[in-house]
């Protein structure tokens, strides 16, 4: 069946990095659309990122544009998620997803893993 593992995630000071990856078993990970999606406390899903087959087609959220880099290793089947310059509001429950579509920005997804704690503090 479809599986889904991130890790990474941590507690972090403000300004600091972390990197996320994300396993994919059970399907054909290349090619298909992968995202990261996240929760902050209190609040929604929300779409962070997204990248299609290939790598060439690539899209970000803008509150993270410039500080976040999506990107995939199709021979390792791991999908992952460099954030740089990190801040508080970043505080959130990060998920990778397969979506339901093949846009790189689909928010409606068919697959989710269980998600990796990212919070954000000094």
């Known amino acids: 069946q479809v599986q889904l593992v991130e890790s990474g995630g941590g507690l972090v000071q403000p300004g600091g990095s972390l990197r996320l990856s994300c396993t994919a078993s059970?399907?054909?990970?290349?090619?298909?659309?992968m995202t990261w999606v996240r929760q902050a406390p209190g609040k929604g899903l929300e779409w962070v990122s997204g990248?299609?087959?290939?790598?060439?087609?690539?899209a970000y959220l803008d509150s993270v544009k410039g500080r976040f880099t999506i990107s995939r290793d199709d021979a390792k089947n791991t999908l992952y998620l460099q954030m740089n310059n990190l801040k508080p509001e970043d505080t959130a429950v990060y998920y990778c997803?397969?979506?339901?579509?093949?846009?790189?920005?689909?928010?409606?997804?068919?697959?989710r893993g269980q998600g990796t704690q990212v919070t954000v503090s000094s």
């Open positions: 059970g399907f054909t990970f290349s090619i298909y659309t």
């Open positions: 997803a397969r979506p339901k579509a093949i846009d790189v920005r689909s928010f409606e997804y068919a697959y």
């Open positions: 990248i299609n087959k290939g790598g060439d087609r690539i």
